[in-house]
């Protein structure tokens, strides 16, 4: 983790930057944080407001939607807590 934070940023305004393809090629590098992120990148953004227009006239199922979204965001930082943790309790080599 720490060889992680410590690397230069990448420039994410870039046209041609590829997110996923970046991160398949830094698995072998970063494996706890590449699998985390191919675990968040899965999940499609636009799951949201597609569900949101499409259910937005019955409340109720609007409301097991967000339920369902923000049981997706706790798991997702659990995730994360957890390889920093790990990664910090670690021992040096």
Known sequence: MDVYLSEETVDLEDANFDLLCWWKQN???YPVVSRIAR???AVPACVYS???SILSSDPSVLKVVRNELAEAVICSKD???SA???????PKD
């Open 50 to 52: 597609v569900k949101r």
């Open 79 to 81: 995730w994360i807590l």
């Open 39 to 41: 675990d968040v990148l």
């Open 27 to 29: 698995r072998l590098r």
């Open 84 to 90: 920093v943790q790990s990664a910090v309790t670690e």
